[in-house]
Nanobody
């Protein structure tokens, strides 16, 4: 069992930056691939980024490639999402998720554990 708690969301102007954190409980964090997803009002949950167990591989949605960066610190049981050059269309609740299969994937059904989310609002 893994419990995930996101933090770092907030209100930012267009072009600004935020760094989200996701702290995981348990001693097996390094055995999970991790992902970030987002969901805007009235829309389906959307893949944002994923990172492998060791952090050596990453995978991004086209919409955030070059602006967002996912990273992890296995010693701190934490995964991060650095978001730069934010746009109003990035406004959403952001969720982190853990995949015990360890495969980088954009498919939300492949993830076993989810956090409760943190709100990111980008004003125009």
């Amino acid at each position: 069992q893994v419990q995930l708690v996101e933090s770092g969301g907030g209100l930012v102007q267009t072009g600004g930056s935020l760094r989200l954190s996701c702290a995981a409980s348990g001693r097996t964090f390094s055995s999970y691939a991790m992902g970030w997803f987002r969901q805007a009002p009235g829309k389906e949950r959307e893949f944002v980024a994923a990172i492998s167990r060791t952090g050596g591989s990453t995978y991004y949605a086209d919409s955030v490639k070059g602006r967002f960066a996912i990273s992890r610190d296995n010693a701190k049981n934490t995964v991060y999402l650095q978001m730069n050059r934010l746009k109003p269309e990035d406004t959403a609740v952001y969720y982190c998720a853990a995949d015990s299969g360890g495969i980088l994937t954009s498919v939300p059904e492949r993830y076993d554990y989810w956090g409760q989310g943190t709100q990111v609002t980008v004003s125009s």
